[in-house]
C-alpha cells in the first residue's frame, strides 16, 4: 500500500502561482509513475501532469502546458506542482496519485492510478 498526502492548496488571485505537494509513503518503492489530477465541480476528473520515476519523462496537456511544472524529490518521496499563470478555470480540487504502470506504458487516465491522495481545494478568483 502506499499513502498519498497534498498540501499547498489555498485562494489565489487569477495571475498568480501556487505550489502543491505531496508526499508519499508505504511501498514507495511498487509505483513507477506520480500525476496529479484535477476536479471540478460538476465535472470529471482531469489529467493535469505526470512524472515518471525511472527516466523523469513528463506529460502535459495543452490546458497547464508551460504554466504547469512537475518535479520530484526522491529523497524525501515527495513530488510538486508549481502552477504558475494560474487562470480561474484552474479552480479544483487537485490530487495526488501514483501508478504502478511502467514503460511502455504512460499512464494518462484515472483507472491507471492505484493509489490517490485527498485532494487539496486550489480557487482561483478573477
Known amino acids: 500500500q502506499v499513502q498519498l498526502v497534498e498540501s499547498g492548496g489555498g485562494l489565489v488571485q487569477a495571475g498568480g502561482s501556487l505550489r502543491l505537494s505531496c508526499t508519499a509513503s508505504?511501498?514507495?518503492?511498487?509505483?513507477?509513475?506520480m500525476a496529479w489530477f484535477r476536479q471540478a465541480p460538476g465535472k470529471e476528473r482531469e489529467f493535469v501532469t505526470r512524472l515518471s520515476k525511472i527516466d523523469g519523462s513528463t506529460t502535459y496537456p495543452d490546458s497547464v502546458k508551460g504554466r504547469f511544472t512537475i518535479s520530484r524529490d526522491g529523497a524525501t518521496n515527495t513530488v510538486y506542482l508549481q502552477m504558475n499563470s494560474l487562470k480561474p478555470e484552474d479552480t479544483a480540487v487537485y490530487y495526488c496519485?501514483?501508478?504502478?504502470?511502467?514503460?511502455?506504458?504512460?499512464?494518462?487516465?484515472?483507472?491507471?492510478?492505484?493509489?490517490w491522495g485527498q485532494g487539496t481545494q486550489v480557487t482561483v478568483s478573477s
Open positions: 496519485a501514483s501508478s504502478i504502470a511502467r514503460w511502455p506504458i504512460v499512464p494518462i487516465r484515472t483507472d491507471e492510478y492505484s493509489y
Open positions: 508505504g511501498r514507495t518503492e511498487s509505483t513507477y509513475t
